[in-house]
């Protein structure tokens, strides 16, 4: 068989526009994710059981089916529960933030517990109000933990972003799978749209190892 | 004058504390006045209560039954409810405490920890905050290393910046756990002189220490503290040179001992 890529640049238009899409749900993800994902992690080592319960339910329920799931769930289902009609992007954005923010969860919690007690005698000792050291001083110790593991986490939301185009999401899988249908030419652009996402991934996964080196450094961790 | 004289800072009545819900008893009773400007050395065997008593008094663990008054001022008591204890939080504020691993925060550097506790606690401004926390780096031999973080720091630098930290809130008792245990033996002079430095001015303190030189040099007075009772109080070269009681005598002779 013959391979001819140069039929892609008459879709350069419509795959840019898919990778903006793609980005854009991915950022926007990873931003409200994150935060979710800290404060359940927060709310997981609470002395409140009912705080506790429901925080470790909602992890379990996402880390325990698949994605895919949850998103036909929120797109097809919580439209009809909830009586309002959800744009597909914010439909994607929501799916995305609650799986993102059941995975940090798990990573803010661990690096929540890796802060020794003497962290927090010391706190006490200086009289830190309790605000001040959630601010102060476990969440910026939390977070500089959590970070090689956050960039992954963000590695892999954003492959696993790919997943909205079965909900009919314009991203760059979606935009990628109807130019392979139209073209007959599943072979040059499916090649081109998986290199795409690994350019972008790949040196975000090497970061990881670099960002840990120096962390690890500075906190004598 | 004569009433104020004889008011004591700390007062102690029957402390009882125990950890794992009753089943290990630690203070069993523990009555102690402190008189302002003594500077108190606690000794005593490995798992008497020592660092449990200072933690206590730092506001860090509840209390079974008992009272503590600060200054004249009722500062711990065990509530009316069991396992309920009651702590003032404003004369928390004025006690400060090192402990033996330096609890500094890692991810700020020298000034950040120094300067953290009074902008945030106190609303100092951060310039007057900084200034105070300069000056006091450099009257113990830290003024280069102000921008440097905890990581680069060695054990005795830590210990002092983590002293440091505690007087930027300043302290009417400063509270010292071993903070010369965890260090290489060649360092711990430089922190037991700041500390002396502390000492010469007056400033009050409990100090559980296994280093009799030491506890010799900074104790206006020495209580021996086991099995969570204090065994014997008194000036520290009758308890630490001449003991009255026999469990005295013989911890004494066992830490001579190994320190020669
Ligand atoms: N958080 C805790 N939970 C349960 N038991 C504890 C706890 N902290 C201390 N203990 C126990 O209480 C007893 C007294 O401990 P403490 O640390 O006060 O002794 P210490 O006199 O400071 O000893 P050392 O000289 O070894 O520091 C010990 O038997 C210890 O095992
Ligand atoms: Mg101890």
């Known amino acids: ?221 | 004058m004569a009433m104020s004289f004889s008011l004591p800072l700390v007062k102690m009545q029957a402390l009882h504390k125990s950890y794992a819900d009753g089943a290990i008893q630690v203070l069993k009773g523990i009555d102690i006045e402190m008189k302002p400007g003594e500077r108190v050395v606690v000794i005593g065997p490995s798992g008497g209560g020592k660092s449990t008593l200072l933690r206590v008094m730092m506001g860090l663990e509840k209390i079974d039954s008992g009272s503590v008054t600060f200054d004249g001022k009722p500062y711990i008591s065990s509530g009316v409810k069991e396992s309920k204890t009651v702590i003032d939080m404003s004369v928390r504020r004025s006690i400060g405490m090192v402990f033996q691993h330096y609890t500094l925060f890692p991810h700020l550097n020298v000034l950040q920890n120094l300067t953290l506790a009074p902008c945030k606690v106190r609303g100092e401004a951060k310039a007057k905050a900084q200034d105070r926390a300069q000056t006091l780096l450099e009257r113990f031999g830290l003024g280069a290393k102000a921008k440097a973080y905890p990581a680069q720091l060695s054990g005795g630098q830590k210990q002092r910046v983590a002293i440091a930290r505690a007087l930027m809130l300043d302290p009417k008792l400063m509270l010292f756990d071993e903070v010369t245990s965890a260090l290489d033996p060649e360092l711990v002079g430089e922190v037991e002189q700041v500390i002396l430095q502390l000492a010469a001015q007056n400033m009050p303190m409990m100090i559980v220490t296994h280093d009799m030189w030491f506890a010799r040099n900074i104790a206006s007075r020495v209580i021996f503290c086991a099995g969570g009772v204090v065994v014997e109080d008194g000036p520290p070269e009758q308890v630490l040179g001449s003991p009255k009681e026999e469990r005295t005598k013989e911890f004494i002779d066992r830490v001579f001992h190994i320190n020669q």
Not at chain 1, 86 to 98: I, Y
Not at chain 1, 156 to 173: H, I, Y
Request: charged share 15%; hydrophobic share 55%.
């Open chain 1, 1 to 221: 068989m013959e391979l001819d890529f140069s039929i892609l640049s008459k879709f350069q238009y419509a795959l840019r526009l898919g990778l903006w899409t793609t980005l854009k749900l991915t950022v926007i993800c990873i931003v409200l994710g994150c935060a979710l994902g800290f404060a359940v992690g927060l709310a997981r080592t609470s002395r409140n059981i009912a705080v506790r319960a429901v925080s470790s339910a909602y992890v379990e329920f996402f880390r325990g089916t698949p994605v895919l799931v949850q998103l036909f769930w929120i797109f097809f289902c919580l439209p009809l529960m909830l009586g309002v009609e959800l744009s597909n992007f914010t439909s994607g954005v929501v799916a995305l933030t609650l799986y993102m923010g059941a995975i940090t969860s798990e990573t803010f919690r661990a690096s929540l517990k890796s802060i020794g007690p003497e962290q927090f005698d010391a706190c006490v000792a200086l009289g830190l109000p309790r605000n001040v050291q959630v601010i102060n001083v476990v969440l910026p110790q939390a977070v500089l933990r959590a970070i090689p593991t956050l960039l992954s986490n963000c590695v892999s939301l954003f492959k696993e972003s790919a997943l909205v185009s079965a909900v009919g999401m314009a991203d760059l899988m979606f935009v990628g799978q109807n130019i392979s249908n139209n073209t007959a030419r599943p072979v040059e652009v499916l090649t081109v749209v998986a290199l795409i996402y690994f350019v972008i991934a790949f040196p975000l996964t090497r970061a990881v190892s670099v960002i840990e080196a120096r962390i690890l450094r500075k906190l004598a961790i």
